[in-house]
């Protein structure tokens, strides 16, 4: 077997590991799993993580088990939470667990029949089967209070210090009900290693011992290990994961490729010599390679668009890495020629985050002087007076030309029949729309 746990260290993914995890994993081939939280119906780049792990997983000769955790889901995971979820109503959670499953199976080919197939799980199946007495007595008696009650995530709720108003037994018993889905997990596939975030580390020891503890007759059987991955941050400390609108996610309904293409593109220099190691599956020579290339000119960011074009074909397609360059030019470019070809939903997505306001088509019909595209009709800028400073300077752009007080907006200067671009200096943008 090759070396999946030091593949995997070279490009930042190991945390934590079990004694042991290594040496299994290059002794034969392994089923290892991951769950996934339904508490979305989809999953945004923060879960990407996990998923590249899966793939590695494959590529690497051993099963990936990729688990939706409907029954899980709830209750809540009380991993690095400060307060108690919500609990979702089972409609909702049907609903979500159906949406990952769905972007689970762009990753992972669910269909294949060889004996490393990927398969996918959802833990109701198993834990609906389970009246609350039997649970207590075939799982409940095996783990000790004292060693869920010494779990950090645990510690930090019952004793406030993270400001929470304590743990209900609801929360108290998820440690255990993961645990159950590795006991489970390892009785039916013989799942012998579970990978999580490193705040999963909890949950996964307890499942570690749990089936110890269920197996504690057959040595054979009671074999378990751990691996858990870094949260991944930001250089600045900020949360990974988030734009201007939000989740970055990984459905096309929710984040728009142009929009993904754009997050990657905009890291840093420090972040996307690490992104690059942890999202793309290049070598380490080709990474090499890319970084040293990236140092000698940082301003042609050639990490961040080689990041970016894996990504793009990662989750979503070459068509639409295409697009996403050609619309990211055509926003950029000095005119407007390649902009106006774009349809409305692109020109949506190439526009949003920037500030815009409505105004009517009547308006535009009888014509729109720029006092008012600027002031009176809209607040891009604050009153009608810095309108006409801002003018007499010159600084004023309306679609990439340069206008002055007297030019009046009609129809002629609409954007796909919609959309107005209006610009102060180089990089102050705001739209105007049409309705």
């Known amino acids: 077997m090759k070396n999946l746990i030091e593949e995997l260290q070279w490009r930042g993914l190991v945390h934590d590991i079990m004694p042991g995890t290594e040496e299994q994993l290059l002794k034969e081939p392994t089923a290892v799993y991951i769950g996934f939280d ?8 923060g879960s990407l993580v996990p998923i590249i792990l899966l793939k590695h997983i494959r590529n690497y000769g051993h099963r990936p088990i990729a688990l939706v955790g409907g029954a899980t889901g709830m209750i809540g995971d009380p991993s690095g939470k400060s307060n108690e979820r919500n609990l979702l109503d089972e409609e909702t959670l049907n609903h979500n667990v159906d949406g990952i499953k769905s972007v689970l199976s762009k990753f992972l080919d669910f269909d294949a029949t060889d004996a490393a197939a990927p398969i996918l799980v959802n833990n109701y199946d198993w834990m609906k089967q389970f009246s609350f007495i039997d649970f207590a007595r075939e799982v409940g008696k095996r783990i000790t209070v004292n060693y869920m009650m010494a779990k950090d995530s645990v510690k930090k709720r019952l004793s406030g210090e993270d400001g929470s108003e304590g743990m209900s037994f609801t929360e108290f018993t998820y440690q255990l009900i993961q645990g159950y889905d590795f006991y489970h997990l390892n009785k039916e596939y013989n799942c012998l290693l579970q990978m999580g975030g490193s705040d999963q580390w909890g949950n996964i020891t307890t499942g570690t011992e749990l089936v110890r503890r269920m197996n504690v007759d057959n040595e054979e059987r009671s074999k378990a290990y751990a691996m858990t ?14 734009s201007e609108g939000g989740n970055v996610w990984l459905s096309a309904d929710k984040t728009s490729p142009y929009k993904f293409y754009q997050f990657w593109i905009n890291t840093t220099d420090e972040d996307a010599e690490k992104y690059i190691k942890i999202f793309t599956f ?52 000095k005119d407007m020629t390649n902009l106006k070809t774009l349809s409305v939903k692109e020109l949506e997505a190439v526009f949003e985050g920037i500030p815009f306001a409505e105004v009517s088509r009547l308006d535009i019909e009888e014509g729109l002087d720029m006092i008012g595209a600027m002031a009176a009709k809209t607040n891009f800028l604050g009153s009608n007076g810095e309108a006409r400073r801002e003018l007499k300077q010159n600084s004023i752009s309306l679609n990439k030309e340069k206008v002055s007080e007297d030019r009046v907006i009609t129809n ?7 959309f107005l671009l209006l610009q102060k200096g180089k990089k102050n943008y705001y739209v105007i729309r049409v309705k």
């Not at 339904?38 to 945004?44: M, Q």
């Not at 991955?229 to 988030?242: E, R, V, Y």
Request: proline share 4%.
């Open 412 to 418: 002629e200067d609409l954007i796909n029949n919609e």
């Open 229 to 242: 991955c870094p949260l991944i941050t930001k250089a600045d400390g900020s949360k990974f994961g988030k």
């Open 282 to 333: 290049l070598d380490k020579p080709t990474i090499d390679a890319l970084i040293a290339e990236h140092n000698e000119d940082r301003g042609a960011k050639t990490l961040q668009k080689r990041l970016a074009e894996e990504l793009m074909l990662l989750v979503h397609s070459q068509e639409d890495l295409d697009r996403a360059i050609f619309s990211s030019a055509a926003f950029f470019s």
């Open 38 to 45: 339904p508490t979305s119906d989809s999953l945004h780049i």
